[in-house]
Nanobody
């Protein structure tokens, strides 16, 4: 079992920055992928970005490329999401997920989820 706890959400003006954290506890494996998804009211859960616990490869949705950066600190069992140049359309609940996904961008591929953290970007 893996437990995930997100933090760092909040209210920010357009153009601002936030950094989200996802702390993992329990049994984690090097082949696990940790991803960030987001869900706005009335919309489907959307892939944002992902990283593997081992290796350097990352994955990003086109909508956040060049603005969002995912990174990890294995010693702290923590994955970070640095969000810059935020836009009102980035407003959503952001979820951290972990697992061994068949399709990295598909939310149904992940076994473990955090409770989510709200990000609100005002115009």
């Amino acid at each position: 079992q893996v437990q995930l706890v997100e933090s760092g959400g909040g209210l920010v003006q357009a153009g601002g920055s936030l950094r989200l954290s996802c702390v993992a506890s329990g049994r984690t494996y090097n082949n696990h992928v940790v991803a960030w998804f987001r869900q706005a009211p009335g919309k489907e859960r959307e892939f944002v970005t992902a990283i593997r616990w081992s290796g350097s490869r990352t994955y990003h949705a086109d909508s956040v490329k060049g603005r969002f950066t995912i990174s990890r600190d294995n010693a702290k069992n923590t994955v970070y999401l640095q969000m810059n140049s935020l836009k009102p359309e980035d407003t959503a609940v952001y979820y951290c997920a972990a697992g061994v996904p068949v399709v990295i961008a598909r939310y149904t591929s992940y076994d473990y989820w955090g409770q989510g953290t709200q990000v609100t970007v005002s115009s």
